[in-house]
């Protein structure tokens, strides 16, 4: 098990960007698989964006409003959102996988978008 602390949520007004950090606490980060998702009242959690430990990224959002990014010096995933709306609203999750199984998750960082 990993832990995994996020950080970087708030309220922000729609068309507003956040970004959001999670660093782990461990010494084989850079070996992790590494995914943000994101839950909002009344639906299952969404897979958001996934960057692999070789830096393959995916993203949901076709218009680009999110990147993933990852420091392995640091430890730490990175979700990037711009043009922020109402629906994004959420708390969002981090997870990491390792390269042969194991499923960690963060406590969550609540993202608000409302004017």
């Known amino acids: 098990q990993v832990q995994l602390v996020e950080s970087g949520g708030g309220l922000v007004q729609p068309g507003g960007s956040l970004r959001l950090s999670c660093t782990a606490s461990t010494s084989s980060f850079s070996s992790l698989h590494m995914s943000w998702y994101r839950q909002a009242p009344g639906n299952q959690r969404q897979l958001v964006a996934r960057i692999t430990n070789i830096n393959n990224t995916w993203t949901f959002d076709e218009t680009r409003r999110f990147s993933i990014s990852r420091d392995n010096n640091k430890n730490t995933v990175y979700l990037e959102m711009k043009r922020l709306k109402p629906e994004d609203t959420a708390v969002y999750y981090c997870?990491?996988?390792?390269?042969?199984?194991?499923?960690?998750w963060g406590q969550g960082t609540q993202v608000t978008i409302s004017s």
């Open positions: 997870n990491a996988v390792g390269p042969y199984g194991g499923d960690s």
